[in-house]
């Protein structure tokens, strides 16, 4: 009984929902390594620091013996999850998916030892399903129950479009834990909905219903929307050390409203301090007192937790440099040590000047020209210490200069012969 409490509070720790507690508590009780559930579908290529917080608990389940089942979403994320968006997703193509697929395994192999993970693809199921096998899938459900999901329901209010496509999401995602004989699932709070598809449909296929433990969801960088790589508000699993730092000491002192206001101050550092360092509650509520009273400096708590974070993917070693390196650049306003050089070609250069567009482009610092004019347009481009303004003047460039792009971002120019 001491080991199944033991397990129970290792698994129920930083957990937001679990459905349910005595169903866990009768799996942990049969004393047989339990399958636990982890999907992700491919729609990106990079996993963030809030998909590695989720990643190191189910780490610790792994090495209590538990069997972490993987799943790349590789036939799922071709349908484009739907949760949370107001419009529908655009479908990616097969080859974008198997591209982002392994980037999914080479990070995930960061925090879980894959060797002794059970990876599985979801095509491997639905292609031998088929459309029969679709057919039944989607008798097990209603109309009516699906549209009891709040997104869903809230665009047919609206009139907006809801394809039959998205409506099969969470039946194809809840057939996974069909075909793996899950026991449980973990996944953000905006997976509830989802999850909980899967327990009926396995008590649909006779299967005993999977249990499901939800997480909070980690607020991006701008301490408004989730942590996302397509909103660029992200910090990457694999960034750099200085990169990741910098990211780190960008998020807001406060909540903003929608206004702009920073209507709850210090929200956002103390949730990362919950959320990526797994503080507890009490601790973390003491040290927004400590911010609120003047006690301690929202700079330091940030750098505080930044370092820690960044020893967590990297090392202490690789924290200490890049604080060292954030404090130089940015307190001491010198340029980084390890700046790029950067060779124009001398055709793209006439009468010492360049297109600005062109410069941000060749430089790496921008993907399309729509990117590059509105870095330009924010005021976020400069050739040594001179803001870049006018997107139609061609500005001037000579050996030695330096490009700034945002805050953390540098280039030496060279210019070629």
């Keep these: 009984?001491?080991?199944?409490?033991?397990?129970?509070?290792?698994f129920l720790e930083g957990t937001i929902q679990v459905e349910s507690v005595p169903e866990l508590r009768a799996k942990l009780e049969r004393g047989k390594p339990l399958r636990i559930k982890l999907g992700c579908d491919?729609?990106?290529p990079d996993l963030h620091v809030g998909h590695g917080t989720v990643l190191r608990r189910l780490r610790r389940m792994q090495d209590a013996g538990h069997t972490i089942v993987f799943i790349v979403g590789d036939f799922t994320g071709m349908i484009g999850d739907p949760s949370g968006k107001s419009k529908t997703r655009p479908m990616l193509s097969e080859e974008q998916v198997k591209r982002n697929a392994q980037t999914y395994v080479d990070q995930v192999g960061l925090i879980l030892d894959v060797s002794r993970c059970e990876l599985r693809y979801n095509s491997e199921w639905f292609r031998e399903?088929?459309?029969?096998?679709m057919l039944e899938l989607a008798s097990h459900y209603t109309l009516a129950r699906m549209l009891e999901r709040e997104d869903f329901a809230s665009r047919?209010?609206?009139?907006?479009?809801?394809?039959?496509?998205?409506?099969?999401?969470?039946?194809?995602q809840g057939y996974d834990s069909v075909a793996i004989e899950a026991d449980i699932e973990v996944g953000g709070t905006d997976q509830t909905f989802n999850l909980l598809v899967g327990r009926d449909i396995q008590r649909a296929y006779g299967l005993e219903p999977q249990v499901i433990m939800t997480y909070p969801l980690l607020v991006g960088l701008d301490g408004k929307e989730k942590?996302?790589?397509?909103?660029?508000?992200?910090?990457?699993?694999?960034?750099e050390p200085n990169d990741m730092f910098g990211k780190l000491m960008s998020i807001p002192d406060g909540v903003p409203d929608g206004d702009g206001n920073l209507a709850h101050p210090f929200g956002v550092i103390c949730h990362y301090y919950q959320a990526l360092l797994e503080w507890p509650l009490a601790r973390c509520e003491e040290?927004?007192?400590?911010?609120?009273?003047?006690?301690?400096?929202p700079r330091d708590a940030k750098a505080s937790m930044a370092r820690a974070i960044v020893a967590q993917y990297h090392s202490e070693a690789a924290a200490e440099e890049a604080a060292a390196e954030f404090d130089r650049v940015f307190a001491e306003r010198q340029l980084p040590s390890d700046m790029p050089d950067v060779t124009i070609p001398a055709d793209l250069v006439t009468d010492g000047r360049i297109d600005p567009v062109r410069l941000v482009r060749h430089c790496g610092f921008a993907a399309t020209n729509g990117e590059a004019r509105?870095?330009?347009?924010?005021?976020?481009?400069?050739?040594?210490?001179?803001?870049?303004g006018d997107l139609a003047a061609p500005v001037a460039v000579a050996d030695g200069d330096i490009l700034r792009v945002g805050k953390r971002r540098f280039a030496r120019l060279r210019i070629g012969a």
Aim: aromatic share 2%; net charge negative; no cysteine.
């Design 156 to 172: 047919v209010a609206t009139n907006s479009p809801l394809s039959i496509r998205e409506l099969l999401y969470p039946l194809v």
């Design 42 to 44: 491919p729609s990106a």
């Design 1 to 10: 009984m001491a080991r199944v409490d033991d397990e129970l509070r290792l």
């Design 129 to 133: 399903l088929g459309a029969a096998g």
């Design 374 to 388: 509105r870095l330009i347009d924010q005021g976020g481009v400069r050739v040594n210490d001179a803001v870049v």
């Design 227 to 239: 942590m996302s790589k397509s909103l660029g508000n992200a910090v990457g699993i694999t960034d």
């Design 287 to 297: 040290l927004e007192r400590d911010l609120e009273a003047g006690r301690a400096h």
